[in-house]
């Protein structure tokens, strides 16, 4: 069965420090997408990939936060410099359609802890 | 924004109960979508809603996209120990963007 890749499962840093995620997903799906889900609550989106261009950033915090996913296929999601607040699952889903809707499959995820 | 209103947060059963939760809105959605994540992992689709009025099951799992477009419901029968976990509602609206619940922790005593 196709999955999503995460990686790294865990990651622990220090605040201040610079911090990256990688994600590959279901071979053919154009459309890829991070979320971050803090413990306790639902996944909410950072940024909304289709290809290589980006289709919703709205909530990605962009003055230490980037998303680039630069040939359409794998995508990395980085924060400098890393805060306190942002320890949580780094989610990686990609999409394919279905009756018009966006299916949605998620990776494992990425658990950061900022100390 | 758009929120999800889940309920209940948590629920504590027995082996063998079934069990139901719902997800209400404030606004129409197109599609819904039910996930299930166990600890540590990321959700796992479970069900997908195309339609309002649609009943559509996966096993023991019974889902329902509302009439009114503005709620969804889902069921299990005779739960075991491995239903344990969170399960998300998420909707989708016209504009494709998706919209999670905050979860229903579920816990299965044997």
């Known amino acids: 069965e196709a999955e999503v890749a995460q990686s790294p499962r865990y990651k622990i840093t220090e605040k201040s420090q610079a911090v990256a995620f990688w994600c590959d997903p279901i071979?053919?799906?154009?459309?890829l997408y991070w979320y971050r889900q803090i413990l306790g609550q639902g996944p909410e989106l950072l940024v909304q990939f289709q290809d290589e261009s980006v289709v919703d950033d709205s909530q990605l915090p962009k003055d230490r936060f980037s998303a680039e996913r630069l040939k359409g296929v794998d995508s990395t999601l980085k924060i400098q410099p890393a805060e306190l607040g942002d320890s949580a699952m780094y989610l990686c889903?990609?999409?394919?359609?279905?009756?018009?809707?966006?299916?949605?499959?998620f990776g494992a995820g990425s658990r950061l802890t900022v100390l | 924004g758009q929120q999800l209103n889940q309920s209940p947060q948590s629920m504590f059963i027995q082996e063998g109960e079934d069990v139901s939760m719902n997800c209400t809105s404030s606004?129409?959605?197109?599609?819904w979508l039910w996930y299930k994540q166990d600890p540590g992992e990321g959700p796992v689709l479970l069900i997908a809603l195309y339609k309002a009025g649609e009943l559509t099951s996966n096993g023991r799992l019974t889902a329902q996209f509302g009439i009114t477009r503005k709620d969804s419901f889902l069921n299990i029968s005779a739960s075991i120990p491995s239903d344990v976990g969170i399960y998300f509602c998420?909707?989708?609206?016209?504009?494709?963007?998706?919209?999670f619940g905050k979860g229903t922790k579920l816990t299965v005593n044997p």
């Open positions: 071979s053919g799906h154009a459309t």
């Open positions: 606004s129409i959605f197109n599609t």
């Open positions: 889903a990609s999409s394919h359609l279905v009756y018009g809707a966006n299916v949605l499959t």
């Open positions: 998420a909707g989708q609206d016209g504009s494709e963007k998706l919209v």
